[in-house]
């Protein structure tokens, strides 16, 4: 059985559906197998560097009821980086040695980091500086973290968008409309993608593929030609203007969002086409809700695996969904390299066989 641990779990960067099966599946694993102890740090970072340190215990039954539960239980937060956090003063701070304090304070032999990119390299490098042991597990709708075929929260947010263009048919085709649906995906594509192919959509402009308006257009013109008055186009929040700008903005906090896109191109389009246009900007939806049985089943065997690789006192590593089935990969390597939409990817040449508009 090894020796009793006292690990730690702590859930990073914007939330997805998912990762609370994660940490039901962390916690039947640690406590229910190895009867070790789970403290579930709240707020991801923020939670160790507040004094006291912001935990709490996690056994089976306070995990009974969270497989379906969208959220984190534990909180989470995707704003102040750790090595520059800002202050209440304007100044910004390195917290990291306080942040290495708290989880020494918490008396722990190891900690579960579930993050994106972005979260896998702050905590890997706090890690790093405070020898803690550190085990990763990728989530994002993004899909983007490098290595993992898939990471949580993804195949949710695919449901929900294509749900959403489900519904956008019918309305579509009442109306002889062009509905456009703005996905959510930072700068990778594999929402709008997935989804677009998934829900049928006639357009799919994603940010890895450069698109002409004069394409788009044609491609509306073509379905008119063939008597059908309506079309569904599915864009992702970073694909850029004609001329080659990001839609984004500052909020009254200093952090930048992207968004505008849809409504940008339903501009563009009517005007260029004389078709009417709508927009469907769907935001956080893609992030809620109960999640999908695959984030389920990957939250359940990631979680699993994650504590596995802490009994076998294997450090630094992150897990990944490949061939499907767990595979560990060093943690530096994942976050080494951004998964971006690959234009040779199956789906891409799958969307051009359908004669979906890809925008080029
Ligand atoms: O990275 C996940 C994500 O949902 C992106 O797709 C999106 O651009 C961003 O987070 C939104 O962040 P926030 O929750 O801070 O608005």
């Not at 102040?80 to 942040?99: C, K, Q, T, V, W």
């Not at 973290?145 to 929900?160: H, P, Q």
């Not at 530096?332 to 040779?344: C, H, L, T």
Request: one cysteine or more.
């Amino acid at each position: 059985m090894g020796e009793h641990k006292r690990i730690g779990i702590l859930t990073s960067g914007g939330d997805c559906a998912g990762l609370n099966a994660v940490i039901r599946a962390v916690v039947h694993r640690a406590v229910g197998t190895y009867d070790w102890e789970v403290m579930g740090i709240c707020r991801s970072t923020v939670g160790l560097m507040s004094r006291p340190v912001q935990a709490l215990y996690l056994d089976i039954d306070r995990v009974d009821t969270t497989l379906t539960m969208g959220g984190t239980i534990l909180g989470t937060t995707n704003k102040g980086n750790p090595f520059a956090f800002p202050m209440a003063d304007g100044s910004l701070s390195d917290r990291s040695d306080e942040i290495i304090e708290g989880y020494h304070q918490l008396g722990l032999d190891a900690l579960i980091g579930v993050g994106g990119d972005g979260s896998l390299a702050i905590l890997r490098r706090i890690a790093q500086q405070g020898k803690i042991n550190l085990i990763g597990i990728p989530k994002t709708i993004d899909n983007d973290v490098g290595i993992t075929e898939r990471s949580i929260g993804f195949d949710t947010a695919v449901n929900i968008a294509t749900e959403a263009l489900d519904r956008l048919h019918f309305t579509a085709a009442s109306h002889s409309r062009v509905m456009i649906l703005e996905v959510m995906g930072r700068d990778a594509g594999h929402i709008a993608l997935n989804a677009g192919i998934a829900g049928g959509a006639d357009i799919i402009l994603i940010p890895e593929i450069p698109y002409r308006l004069d394409n788009v257009c044609r491609k509306i013109k073509e379905r008119q030609d063939q008597g059908k008055n309506f079309c569904s186009a599915i864009v992702s929040e970073a694909v850029c203007t004609t001329e080659g700008e990001l839609m984004k903005y500052q909020d009254r906090f200093g952090e930048c969002r992207l968004g505008g896109i849809g409504n940008y191109l339903a501009e563009e389009i009517a005007t260029t086409s004389g078709a009417e246009t709508r927009v469907t900007v769907l935001g956080h939806v893609q992030r809620g809700g109960i999640p999908s049985p695959l984030d389920r089943l990957l939250g359940s065997a990631f979680g699993v695996a994650a504590v596995d690789l802490i009994a076998s006192e294997q450090y630094d590593r992150m897990v990944t969904w490949q061939n499907r089935e767990v595979a560990i990969v060093p943690i530096a390597e994942a976050i080494g390299q951004y998964r971006a939409v690959d234009p040779n990817d199956t789906l891409v040449k799958t969307a051009r066989g359908l004669g979906i508009c890809l925008g080029d």
